[in-house]
């Protein structure tokens, strides 16, 4: 099934409408063809078979012809919380998270926060969680989000089983990175950082302090490892 095009919609129904984004990368980018059969998503953890029967000016038509699995989604839920960066760093998040499994983003910016989230920047990052889990043939799309303050953005780990945060000024761990289990919600800062007040924050909402060794990680790096980590400490990665 990995050499069929995949796409996403926000409702499967027999007689599919595909247009916007989708249509456009289809006919511009892929350069579908009438008969041609592909795989549709509409975030539910389930997969359809389709065909295509029309293709239009602003929209393709297609016909579904079967419901089923996907394996490739992770079994356990992680959410990612991660202080905005500069740049395209935060997308390069996003693309990373996503091929990693991670089924919720938040991006939030902090005391130390250097850089700015806007409307199309967000709509860009969703885009990003979109291309990258089509390329690993997730049939979930992650929702990016956006937290304006640190406090707001922790709220979204509130049900988590387990709850830690990389603190660069921890000179070791509240938690075993091997002891994480069921949902999980990872918290990392921006380019600068949390400050004291934040990490007692963090702390009093039930997050564990997690130290990633001596060498200085950038941001971005911190967040796909611990996500790696995290991952196969579940054993989604085995």
Known sequence: MAGYRRFFTNKIENNLVIEGEEF??????????????????????????AQITKIEKKCFNAQ??????????????VILICGYLKGDKTEL????????GVKKIITFSSEFSSAYMNENKLSRLNRVSVESAKQCGRAIAPTVEYAENFEKALTFGEGATTKIFACEFADKSDISLSEVCKTTAIVVGSEGGFSKEE????????????????????????????????????????
């Open 199 to 238: 990490s007692d924050i963090a702390v009093q909402k039930g997050y564990k302090r997690v130290f990633l060794g001596n060498r200085i990680l950038r941001a971005e790096t911190a967040c796909i490892a611990l996500c790696s980590i995290v991952m196969h400490s579940l054993g989604e990665l085995k």
């Open 93 to 100: 998040i996003v693309q990373k998270a996503v091929e990693l």
């Open 24 to 49: 456009r990368h289809a006919v511009s980018v892929l350069r579908i063809k009438e008969g041609e059969t592909i795989i549709v998503c509409d975030n539910s953890g389930d997969e359809y078979l």
């Open 64 to 77: 579904v012809i079967q419901k089923q699995e996907n394996n490739c989604e992770a079994k356990n839920e």
